[in-house]
């Protein structure tokens, strides 16, 4: 894949896009962390494009059709992971390219993913992994509405 394709995949990003984590609540009462990177845009042909850069990186995003409920808005597609594989390989990719809140936020989950990914390896379970320090640092700091390049960074967490 070209420089040129990854520049555009996270100017893509770095305007149209979201690189976060949340937390939803489980049946069981238990709060899971959830790592997530989504664009959203109208132009189909962009999607396409973005859909066919991330498959050339082998990552499986979902694409949502999403029609706003107010009739003056034009329909949106949405590319949407939650897959720590995926993340990782797609920001491991297009980090470089990014710039300001997204690339500290970039940092972040790219750490994050990491950690989580070793952790599930050396401790693997049929239940999911316990969230420990670290886990709760990164959702803090990614979730910190001052988050910039000269805020947190992945480096401030670990």
Same mark, same amino acid.
């Given at each position: !894949?070209?420089?040129?394709?990854?520049?555009?995949?996270?100017g893509?990003?770095?305007g149209?896009?979201s690189?976060t !984590?949340?937390?939803?609540?489980?049946?069981?009462?238990?709060?899971?962390l959830?790592?997530?990177c $989504?664009? $959203?845009n109208?132009?189909?042909?962009?999607?396409?494009?973005?859909?066919?850069?991330?498959?050339?990186?082998?990552?499986?995003?979902?694409?949502?059709?999403?029609q706003?409920?107010?009739?003056?808005y034009?329909?949106?597609?949405?590319?949407?992971?939650?897959? !720590?594989?995926?993340?990782?390989? &797609?920001?491991?990719? $297009?980090?470089?390219?990014?710039?300001?809140?997204?690339?500290?936020?970039?940092?972040?989950?790219?750490?994050?993913?990491?950690?989580?990914?070793?952790? !599930?390896?050396?401790?693997?379970?049929?239940g999911?992994?316990?969230?420990?320090?670290?886990?709760?640092?990164h &959702?803090?700091?990614?979730?910190?509405?001052?988050?910039?390049?000269?805020?947190?960074?992945?480096q401030?967490? $670990?």
């Amino acid at each position: !894949m070209l420089d040129t394709d990854l520049a555009w995949l996270a100017g893509l990003w770095d305007g149209e896009g979201s690189i976060t !984590m949340f937390t939803h609540q489980e049946k069981n009462g238990s709060t899971k962390l959830c790592p997530t990177c $989504v664009v $959203v845009n109208t132009d189909i042909h962009i999607i396409n494009k973005a859909r066919s850069l991330l498959e050339a990186l082998e990552c499986k995003f979902i694409l949502h059709e999403f029609q706003p409920k107010k009739k003056e808005y034009k329909l949106q597609w949405r590319i949407t992971t939650r897959n !720590m594989s995926y993340i990782k390989k &797609f920001l491991t990719a $297009v980090l470089p390219y990014l710039v300001g809140e997204k690339k500290a936020k970039g940092e972040i989950l790219l750490s994050y993913v990491t950690q989580r990914l070793q952790k !599930m390896e050396r401790f693997p379970s049929k239940g999911s992994t316990p969230y420990d320090e670290v886990d709760w640092a990164h &959702f803090t700091a990614i979730r910190s509405s001052t988050t910039t390049r000269e805020g947190a960074s992945a480096q401030d967490i $670990v």
